[in-house]
């Protein structure tokens, strides 16, 4: 079992409408979780983080987190054209693992 | 303020040559993480380095592949013998904190292409 596991996709949406993206992690010890979004051919830059239970919001973004279903997913609303790019969900434990990634396609 | 800086960005090399691939962390941050990255996959984490200490190793390949982190001087991961199933993308990213829990800042990373 991978560690850290994310649909490849991609994930289409139309520009103005919500993506979803969902991640899953095998190792109960995680205690925090990162989001990192990576356009083609370029390095991963943070999007969102999130440590504690439930919502975390930050401006088009939310990060959900549910330790007991040891689930990770990030939300972005009004979802643009300049979001689409490949989304790696990271799982702390003592070092960052990395899921798949899900790449996402915004159409305008 | 320099971000991770890694060097070369690219780089070919004939099967059984050796690859160096160097990257210093932002200022004030001691710890170095390596990571590679195969076309259409995620980071798979490869080592993770303070100054002149190798403190998790589990991601490298047993044989060909070593890494330091010296007291002056860029973190080095060397690859021996290259074959084309090296051929990837390598990041380096480093942080100021004790352990992972904080966020990793990425360099450009270092393209390998073994001919």
């Known amino acids: 079992q991978k560690e850290v596991e994310q649909n490849s996709g991609p994930l289409s949406v139309p520009e103005g409408a919500i993506a979803s993206l969902n991640c899953t992690y095998s190792?109960?010890?995680?205690?925090?979780f990162f989001w990192y979004r990576q356009y083609s051919g370029k390095s991963p830059e943070l999007t969102m983080f999130?440590?504690?239970?439930g919502d975390k919001e930050d401006g088009r973004f939310t990060a959900q987190l549910n330790k007991a279903s040891q689930y990770v997913s990030l939300l972005i609303r009004d979802s643009q054209p300049s979001d689409s790019a490949t989304y790696l969900c990271?799982?702390?434990?003592?070092?960052?693992?990395f899921g798949q990634g899900t790449t996402l396609q915004v159409k305008p | 303020n320099a971000g991770v800086m890694q060097n070369p960005r690219h780089l070919v090399r004939r099967r059984g040559q050796e690859a160096r691939l160097r990257c210093s962390p932002m200022?004030?941050?001691?710890?170095v993480y390596w990571y590679r990255q195969l076309p259409e996959e995620g980071l798979k984490f490869m080592v993770y380095?303070?100054?002149?200490?190798?403190?998790?190793e589990s991601g490298m390949p047993k044989e060909r592949f070593s890494a330091e982190f010296p007291k002056e001087g860029p973190s080095i991961l060397r690859i021996q013998q290259v074959v084309r199933g090296d051929s990837a993308a390598y990041f380096c990213?480093?942080?100021?904190?004790?352990?992972?829990?904080?966020?990793?800042?990425f360099g450009e990373g270092s393209r390998l292409t073994v001919l």
């Open positions: 990213a480093s942080s100021p904190l004790d352990d992972s829990t904080g966020e990793l800042f």
């Open positions: 190792d109960r010890g995680s205690q925090s």
């Open positions: 999130i440590y504690s239970n």
């Open positions: 990271a799982a702390a434990t003592g070092k960052l693992i």
């Open positions: 200022k004030g941050h001691s710890h």
């Open positions: 380095l303070q100054k002149e200490n190798i403190i998790d």
